[in-house]
C-alpha cells in the first residue's frame, strides 16, 4: 500500500534540540515560576518528572492528563486544582522563554508544507505528556502552526504514549488510517521507530539521533530531510 499519510515527532525532528537542555530549564523554570505560590522547588520538579513516568506506562484505562494530575494530587493534596490556572499562566508566559534552548531548522516546516500541498495527510505524533500549550508553542517554535496539523497528540487527548503500540492504534482509529498507508518520522530509535511494529513505515532522522539502546539503525531508511522526501515520494 503506498504512503497516503506521514507522522511526525515533534522534539528533535521538526524542532531541533538538545533534549536534556530542554529538560533541565523547562522545570527549572516552571519549579521556580510556582515557588511564589507555595510549593518546594525540588518537590514540584519530581512531582512532574514522576507524573511523566506515570504517563509513559499508561494502560489505557485513563487520559494521560488525568494519569498526571492524580500523581500530582498524591503529592500535594489536591492543591493543584486551585492552581491550574497558575500553571496555564506559566506556559503562556515564562514557557516561552525555553525557546533558547532549541534550534530552527527551515527544512522542517518546508518538508511539511510541501507534503500538505501534494496531498498527504500529516499529523503530529509527537509524545503526548505535556498540555495544548506547551505543544502549540513548540509547534510554533518549529514555524508551524497547530492547524498545518490533522491531528497532534497532548496528555489532554491521548491514553498512551510512544513507544506503547496503544499510543500508534489511536492515532490510526482517530484519523481512520490503515498502518500500512502511513510513515512515521522521529529521531528516536525506540520511540518512534516501533511504529513499524504494526505495520508502518518509518523513517529515522539522524541529525539529533536518540539511541538508548545502541541499537542498529541501518535496518531503517534513515537520513535528512532531503532523503526523507526522496523515500515518501518513490514510495507514494
Partial sequence: MTITAVLFDLDGTLLPMDQKAFTMDYLGRLSKYMVPYGYDARELA?????????????????????????????????????????????????FQNVKHTC?????????????????FRVILATNPIFPPLATESRI???????EDFELYTTYENSYFCKPNQGYYKEIL???NLKAEECIMVGNDVSD?????????????????????????ISVYPNGD???LMKYIYENK
Fill in 46 to 94: 519530581k512531582a512532574v518528572w514522576d507524573g511523566t513516568g506515570f504517563m509513559i506506562n499508561n494502560d489505557g484505562t485513563k487520559r494521560n492528563d488525568e494519569v498526571f494530575w492524580e500523581s500530582f494530587e498524591g503529592k500535594f493534596d489536591g492543591r493543584y486544582k486551585d492552581d491550574m490556572e497558575i500553571f496555564d499562566e506559566f506556559y503562556r508566559t515564562d
Fill in 173 to 175: 482509529d482517530k484519523c
Fill in 103 to 119: 534550534g530552527f531548522d527551515p527544512k522542517a516546516a518546508d518538508t511539511v508544507r510541501k507534503l500538505k500541498k501534494d496531498g
Fill in 140 to 146: 510554533k517554535w518549529a514555524g508551524l502552526q497547530p
Fill in 192 to 216: 518512534d521507530m516501533s511504529a513499524v511494529k504494526l505495520g508502518m513505515k518509518v523513517f529515522l532522522l539522524t541529525k539529533y539521533l536518540i539511541n538508548r539502546y545502541d541499537e542498529d
Fill in 225 to 227: 530531510f532531503d532523503d
